[in-house]
Nanobody
């Protein structure tokens, strides 16, 4: 069973930066993609950013383009999310995902809270 663990969340003021980290462990097959989702209070979960290994494909939500950057270390099954110029609307629980290529199964972390407030 693949275990996914996020870290790095916290309370920051508008305009500040924060970096999230995620590690996927216990995979039987190669992890083909990792990414980040978020869910704000009262809203549905939405895609923030993803990166696929072999294709070097990156995808970002329109609301975070130019502010957030995803980076992945394939050898360590680790993914990062650098968040700059944070806004109050970025407040949410951020979830890390890891996809195992053979089974096409997506594993989810427990989430880490990011709160942007003055």
């Amino acid at each position: 069973q693949v275990q996914v663990v996020e870290s790095g969340g916290g309370l920051v003021q508008p305009g500040e930066s924060l970096k999230l980290s995620c590690i996927a462990s216990g995979a039987t097959f190669a992890i083909s993609a990792m990414g980040w989702y978020r869910q704000a209070l009262g809203k549905e979960r939405e895609l923030v950013a993803t990166e696929s290994g072999s294709s070097e494909f990156r995808d970002y939500a329109d609301s975070v383009k130019g502010r957030f950057t995803i980076a992945r270390d394939k050898a360590k099954n680790t993914v990062y999310l650098q968040m700059n110029s944070l806004k109050s609307e970025d407040t949410a629980v951020y979830y890390c995902t890891a996809e195992e290529w053979s089974s096409a199964t997506t594993y989810w972390g427990q989430g880490t809270q990011v709160t942007v407030s003055s």
